[in-house]
């Protein structure tokens, strides 16, 4: 059975960083891609930065590139977030996901599982 755990989340200022990880156990790690998306209220979840499985590719959602990092520690079954120059559009249940494949996981209809999501609260 897989496991994703996310941890990290919490409230910070405009302008601030934050680093969200996701722990992965019950599956062969480095054998898959791994996403992070996003959910405000109201809004369907949203995708926001992919890896594949060894590092050697990255995807980003076009209002996160630049500011945010993808990566992974497959030695620790951990997948990173980290965020840079925060937005309060940014707020958000941020959730880790596990692709299908080896390469990307940029929308949610190719993630196989999820974790259980972590909050994200950017205030001005």
């Known amino acids: 059975q897989v496991q994703l755990v996310e941890s990290g989340g919490g409230l910070v200022q405009a302008g601030d960083s934050l680093r969200l990880s996701c722990a992965a156990s019950?599956?062969?790690?480095?054998?898959?891609?791994m996403g992070w998306f996003r959910q405000a209220p109201g809004k369907e979840r949203e995708f926001v930065a992919s890896?594949?499985?060894?590092?050697?590719?990255?995807n980003y959602a076009d209002s996160v590139r630049g500011r945010f990092t993808i990566s992974r520690d497959n030695a620790k079954n951990t997948v990173y977030l980290q965020m840079n120059s925060l937005k309060p559009e940014d707020t958000a249940v941020y959730y880790c996901?596990?692709?299908?494949?080896?390469?990307?996981?940029?929308?949610?209809?190719?993630?196989?599982?999820w974790g259980q999501g972590t909050q994200v609260t950017v205030s001005s």
């Open positions: 019950g599956l062969t790690f480095g054998s898959y891609a």
């Open positions: 996901a596990q692709g299908r494949g080896m390469r990307v996981v940029v929308t949610t209809s190719i993630v196989a599982y």
């Open positions: 890896i594949s499985w060894n590092s050697g590719s990255t």
